[in-house]
């Protein structure tokens, strides 16, 4: 792992001992998941390192440290950005969700694992828990990777941000053409000013991007909308 910690130090990002030693049983977990369940398409350590929790390390780069904070990962699938984050910053409040119950399972297992305190990891739908008072506007930040479009990122994650928390969303070249068209949803649901950060990775010739939201206003009760209902008919 002292690959992933000289990446993660070129970001200023620094890993201990113990935190690599975390993300090296979770890469054994992941591989082993993999072969059952589909997490990933990625099947080399190296790659794993680099495009799983190299990438989804950079996202602090814009959060800031989150050792305080409060953090939801919606469609969290094999763990990314959550987990990597959590990892580095320990104190973080994390949950996690996933509407696939064997990727949820995977996700608690490697909780339990790597001995990981403050994390729920919940199989649920966006739509179904952005109404729930016990998650509603309560998070300071609300993250996705390759979830989907902008538009519909919009309205699964801001109603799960308080009013001054931010929405973090991974993407890739479409980046600022998605923020361009998502403008009138944003503004609908509460978001505020929505700035792009470009990140180029190790050994790879993209440049993805991290769009972060501002949680300005309340997100009206009407959202988000009946499951399916967002991506079907994005705002």
Same mark, same amino acid.
């Given at each position: 792992?002292?690959?992933?910690?000289?990446?993660?130090?070129?970001?200023? +990002?620094?890993?201990?001992?113990?935190?690599?030693?975390?993300?090296?049983?979770?890469?054994?977990?992941?591989?082993?998941?993999?072969?059952?369940?589909?997490?990933?398409?990625?099947?080399?350590?190296?790659?794993?390192?680099?495009?799983?929790?190299?990438?989804?390390?950079?996202?602090?780069?814009?959060?800031?440290?989150?050792?305080?904070?409060?953090?939801?990962?919606?469609?969290?699938?094999?763990?990314?950005?959550?987990?990597?984050?959590?990892?580095?910053?320990?104190?973080?409040?994390?949950?996690?969700?996933?509407?696939?119950?064997?990727?949820?399972?995977?996700?608690?297992?490697?909780?339990?694992?790597?001995?990981?305190?403050?994390?729920?990891?919940?199989?649920?739908?966006?739509?179904?828990?952005?109404?729930?008072?016990?998650?509603?506007?309560?998070?300071?930040?609300?993250?996705?990777?390759?979830?989907?479009?902008?538009?519909? +990122?919009?309205?699964? +994650?801001?109603?799960?941000?308080?009013?001054?928390?931010?929405?973090?969303?991974?993407?890739?070249?479409?980046?600022?053409?998605?923020?361009?068209?998502?403008?009138?949803?944003?503004?609908?649901?509460?978001?505020?000013?929505?700035?792009?950060?470009?990140?180029?990775?190790?050994?790879?010739?993209?440049?993805?991007?991290?769009?972060?939201?501002?949680?300005?206003?309340?997100?009206?009760?009407?959202?988000?909308?009946?499951?399916?209902?967002?991506?079907?008919?994005?705002?």
């Amino acid at each position: 792992m002292n690959d992933l910690a000289g990446w993660a130090q070129s970001f200023d +990002l620094h890993l201990t001992t113990d935190q690599l030693r975390q993300f090296d049983v979770y890469e054994r977990l992941l591989l082993e998941w993999n072969d059952r369940i589909s997490l990933t398409a990625i099947r080399g350590p190296h790659e794993i390192r680099i495009r799983h929790f190299l990438d989804s390390l950079t996202c602090a780069t814009v959060t800031g440290s989150l050792a305080e904070c409060s953090m939801i990962d919606v469609g969290s699938g094999a763990g990314f950005p959550g987990l990597p984050l959590k990892i580095l910053f320990p104190g973080l409040r994390l949950t996690m969700m996933d509407s696939i119950g064997k990727k949820a399972r995977f996700l608690e297992l490697v909780v339990r694992e790597l001995g990981l305190r403050d994390v729920t990891v919940l199989a649920e739908r966006a739509e179904t828990l952005g109404h729930s008072p016990t998650y509603r506007a309560t998070f300071d930040w609300a993250t996705a990777r390759a979830v989907a479009e902008l538009r519909v +990122l919009a309205e699964l +994650l801001l109603p799960f941000v308080r009013v001054e928390g931010h929405v973090l969303a991974q993407k890739g070249e479409s980046a600022r053409q998605e923020m361009t068209v998502a403008a009138t949803a944003i503004a609908t649901l509460g978001g505020g000013e929505t700035t792009i950060t470009g990140v180029r990775l190790p050994e790879t010739e993209q440049t993805h991007y991290l769009i972060v939201i501002a949680k300005q206003q309340p997100t009206d009760d009407r959202y988000p909308r009946r499951v399916g209902m967002p991506a079907k008919r994005p705002l």
